[in-house]
């Protein structure tokens, strides 16, 4: 049932102000009407001089953190943003969790929650602080999506969380490849610029319609400066300068191997590449026989198919060892959200190419199954002539 918006703003004042609070987070508009900040996020910390509220805001262009003090100080901050006319609020306190939305009649929709009665978002009962980015996060309601994909998008962006360095500042130029409806793309750049990083961020899709509406999207969202879109081929789209990230999530089949090869002609820093459908090693097996003792591996279709999946990973990971990455391949998801939950994640060590070790393991297994990965084709891998050039 809608609430009067004053009185509801009047409880969400009494939690930011709570010792008991732990996070929130104001987001999104009236209708109508336009806050000067795109989003706040308050949270306690404590330093050297006492507990702070730390006030993190974003006018859309630069993030600004603020510690203010408890008492007047606080009070008048959080007055402050009470006032903007955010939709959204969501606030995490020990004890509770209150998300608030202002309806287009401009009354409150609340909903309660206590710590031992979670709050039933709208996937069910995902708890919010299972989420990196806030699942009432207004941009949501721009980009859509259904609860499958959230998870999933979110997985892969903790993956991302966890590969990037704590401490990396200034500008971050980042592309996503096989973007299709730009879900990824958009939660992308909402967290990373939330981490305070100045990301320029391209959609590479092979449709044109997606490019369109994507476009739109981004101009709805109020960032057609910084995240832009790009019909063509992974192989050949024209993404200038290069990325030092590149993403992309269920590129179809050998669309990933197209995605890292231009990876590594990139010289990208990280690579996060959740592979699709599997294809090709997958008909290069049932041609030819498989090499003793391995025939039980491919003599029942399943198996086969299984083991070309594993085998087509295995081997992306060891030639981007051989092109200069530290590369592993992760689970990032559950696989109840999605079968394809696999996640090649690799950052660049400089250590050059064709380092000796990962040569010598990646040779034997694509000389044992006489296989040829469409990644090594891409990446026109040869092994270097035995004692140099
Ligand atoms: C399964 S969808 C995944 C879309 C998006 N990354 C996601 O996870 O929601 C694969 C997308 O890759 C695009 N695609 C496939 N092969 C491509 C290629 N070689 N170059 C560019 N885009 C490609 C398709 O058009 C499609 O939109």
């Known amino acids: ?66 510690n203010v003090s408890p008492g007047a100080e606080a009070d008048a901050a959080v007055d402050a943003l009470l006032a903007e006319p955010f939709g959204n609020w969501h606030v995490e306190t ?32 995902d708890r919010v602080k299972d989420y990196l980015l806030d699942p009432g996060d207004p941009i ?42 730009a879900y990824l793309t958009f939660a992308a750049y909402r967290y990373l610029t939330g981490r305070g990083l100045d990301v320029e961020l391209v959609g590479v899709d092979v449709r044109e319609d997606q490019r369109q509406r994507n476009s739109e999207l981004a101009a ?3 960032w057609a400066d910084r995240v832009s879109f790009v019909a063509g081929t992974i192989a050949d789209a024209v993404v200038e300068p290069a990325p030092d990230l590149v993403l992309a999530l269920h590129a179809c089949d050998t669309a990933t191997d197209e995605a890292l090869a231009r990876a590594v002609r990139w010289d990208a820093r990280w690579i996060l590449a959740a592979p699709c459908c599997h294809h090709d090693l997958a008909a290069q097996l049932r041609s030819r026989p498989t090499p003793p003792p391995y025939e039980l591996l491919t003599r029942q279709g399943i198996l ?86």
């Not at 969400?12 to 732990?22: F, G, Q, Y």
């Not at 969790?97 to 287009?104: D, I």
């Not at 031992?116 to 978002?121: E, I, K, T």
């Open 304 to 389: 086969r198919e299984r083991f070309a999946d594993v085998l087509t990973d295995a081997l992306r990971a060891g030639l981007l060892r051989v092109h200069g990455y530290r590369a592993e391949v992760v689970e990032f998801v559950d696989s109840r959200h999605t079968p394809r939950n696999l996640l090649i994640r690799a950052r660049r060590t400089g250590s050059g190419t064709d380092t000796g070790p990962q040569r010598a393991e990646y040779q034997q297994l694509v000389d044992q199954w006489q296989v040829t990965p469409r990644l090594s084709i891409l990446l026109d891998d040869r092994p270097a002539p035995v004692g140099g050039a």
């Open 140 to 181: 949501f309601a721009t980009i859509g999506g259904n609860a499958a994909k959230r998870r999933q998008v979110d997985a892969f962006l903790r993956a991302l969380a966890a590969t990037l360095p704590d401490d990396l500042t200034g500008r971050l130029r980042v592309v996503d490849l096989g973007c299709g409806n």
């Open 220 to 222: 709805r969202l109020g």
């Open 1 to 66: 049932m809608p609430e009067p918006l004053d009185a509801a703003l009047t409880e969400v004042r009494a939690l930011l102000l709570d010792p008991a609070l732990t996070r929130a987070v104001a987001a999104g508009r009236r209708r109508g009407q336009r806050p000067s900040l795109v989003r706040a996020e308050l949270r306690p910390v404590a330093l050297k001089t006492g507990a702070r509220l730390q006030i993190s805001t974003s006018d859309g262009v630069r993030p600004y953190t603020r």
């Open 94 to 125: 020990a004890e509770a969790t209150l998300q608030l939305r202002v309806t287009k009649s401009g009354e409150a929709q609340v909903h309660r929650a206590t710590a031992d009665r979670p709050v039933a978002g709208p996937e069910g009962h």
